[in-house]
């Protein structure tokens, strides 16, 4: 009653119906501050029955506002059992979410107004062409459906909009575990969906979120933890009327027989700053499986983990547009994890094939391979900021590298850094180019690390292996810092660019000015 007469209101104790008592209806705008309170259906341990859900937002006029302003935030809708769609919440107007639990509540398939109902949205089910959905703050959680859904479901709606919040813990039989949508342009962020699962069922797919048929544009969002019985334990995309648009969006944890990690049967995705690891397909697959589709991912040279928050792309065939900048004639270091071929379109590109006559030679190449350390110089009449790599497929090697006698070329998938104890500078035996100028270094020359330097994913660097001892030309060798010093080392190491006529000398690595100490996270390229 009091729903009917205030615009607001502030529960001040709990409330369980009747198991004859029928869904709170709402049919004008209003605010209920569950105060630490709960709102309980009353049906938790009993048979399912129609309109067995707690609340019914009416269309049109239906506007509820749900929100808790008790300090401990422990208000909740719950107790829902109902035989047809939503268990907790049916939205045919509009509803929004701003803290609060809605949590426990069931639906089941039945027959309604004689026409069968699956059981889907056991949370919040929303079904109205003209219903908008706000969800702020709170929890969906440790709700059931039958159909799918397990939190929310939702089939039509003119918007819907997640800011914040959980939706955790959700089951459902078949599609949808945390969340199911149908339709349009839902948008979803900062939100953490996990420990959803979608299980038993004939098409039990989508542990964390199932979408079909609609565009869906997720940010600033953690999807872990999620379940599957068939495929796609953190996201499943149906056919060629979906789409996924990601930024920066964490999937790990999640397992499925098949993409574990996302699974898409038709569609679009649309990736960047995405993290995908620790992903679990148990039939072995890829843990983002395609069937059909376009999967375009973007990716940067500044991510601060590389391709060790990418690790469950391996083998996804994908656009990569790789972020990075190129000045123009200035050589660089590059190191792909799929086939840099398009490299050739901008420039030339070195490879590091060994020792000759004490010089170290870096060799033109135009067949290029993933995995691979190069030395890339842009050569067009502009500044590079960004390259698309068509149609490849990623090929996470572990320890990328060029062997050579006395040195290793290394790439780097993920950043890599010098402390003032690691043996290798200690060595003085790191080279590389440098990014920008610093300290009388100018961007491009090759110099020696030492401690505090840090180098981007995706780049590149060569060793001298101090340890080997079977290096005959004395000039290769890198002194260590003190102790006993080879007294036939040179002034200078030299590189030979072959295929460009040109040697790049390097000063000896007893010069303290060739050596350098950086704070930034850039160090060379």
Request: hydrophobic share 30%; with cysteine; net charge negative.
């Amino acid at each position: 009653d009091a729903l009917d007469l205030y615009n607001t209101v502030i529960l001040t104790q709990d409330y369980t119906a009747g198991i004859d008592d029928a869904p709170l209806s709402i049919n004008k705008t209003v605010t209920l501050d569950l105060n630490g309170h709960t709102i309980d259906r009353g049906l938790k341990n009993a048979e399912p029955v129609l309109n067995g859900n707690v609340i019914t937002v009416q269309k049109k006029s239906g506007n509820l506002t749900v929100t808790d302003n008790n300090i401990n935030e422990i208000g909740t809708i719950t107790g829902g059992n109902n035989i047809g769609n939503g268990g907790g919440i049916v939205n045919l107007g509009k509803l929004t979410v701003k803290n609060g639990f809605i949590s426990g509540n069931t639906c089941m398939e039945g027959l309604v107004n004689g026409k069968t109902q699956y059981g889907n949205g056991g949370g919040i089910y929303i079904n109205d062409g003209n219903a908008i959905f706000h969800m702020e703050g709170g929890s969906v959680s440790h709700n059931n459906a039958q159909g799918g859904g397990g939190g929310i479901q939702g089939d039509s709606y003119k918007e819907f909009i997640i800011s914040g919040g959980d939706i955790i813990g959700n089951t459902t039989v078949n599609k949808g575990g945390g969340i199911r949508l149908k339709a349009k342009s839902p948008k979803i962020s900062d939100c953490m969906i996990s420990e959803n699962i979608a299980s038993n069922g004939e098409h039990s797919n989508g542990g964390g979120i199932y979408l079909e048929k609609c565009t869906l544009t997720i940010e600033r969002c953690i999807i872990s933890d999620n379940e599957a019985d068939l495929a796609g334990g953190g996201i499943f995309l149906l056919d060629e009327t979906t789409f996924l648009n990601a930024n920066n969006v964490s999937i790990c944890g999640n397992e499925s027989t098949t993409g574990g990690c996302i699974r898409m049967e038709n569609g679009a995705i649309n990736a960047e700053n995405l993290t995908a690891n620790n992903n679990l397909s148990k039939d072995g697959d890829n843990r983002v499986s395609v069937d059909k589709g376009t999967v375009n991912i973007i990716i940067d040279c500044s991510i601060d983990e590389g391709m060790d928050n990418l690790k469950d792309l391996q083998d996804l065939t994908a656009n990569v547009t790789f972020n990075r900048t190129f000045p123009v004639n200035k050589k660089q270091t590059v190191c792909l994890p799929f086939d840099p071929s398009e490299l050739n379109n901008y420039g030339t590109v070195w490879s590091f094939t060994g020792i000759e006559e004490g010089k170290i030679v870096m060799t033109k190449q135009t067949v290029l391979y993933d995995g691979t350390p190069y030395i890339f110089e842009n050569t067009t009449d502009d500044e590079i900021t960004s390259i698309l790599f068509e149609n490849v497929t990623f090929k996470i090697n572990e320890d990328p590298k060029t062997e050579g006698e006395g040195y290793t070329f290394y790439g780097t998938f993920s950043i890599k850094s010098w402390e003032d104890d690691d043996q290798e500078v200690l060595d003085k035996s790191i080279y590389g180019f440098m990014a920008f100028d610093n300290e009388g270094q100018a961007q491009g020359q090759f110099v020696a690390a030492r401690w505090g330097t840090d180098l981007r994913p995706f780049c590149a660097y060569l060793k001298c292996n101090t340890s080997l001892t079977d290096i005959e030309d004395n000039s290769l060798k890198a002194p260590l810092r003190g102790g006993i010093q080879s007294v036939n080392h040179p002034d200078r190491l030299d590189i030979v660019w072959k295929g460009d006529d040109n040697t790049t000398n390097v000063n000896t690595i007893h010069n303290l000015a060739n050596q350098i100490v950086l704070e930034q996270e850039d160090w060379y390229s």
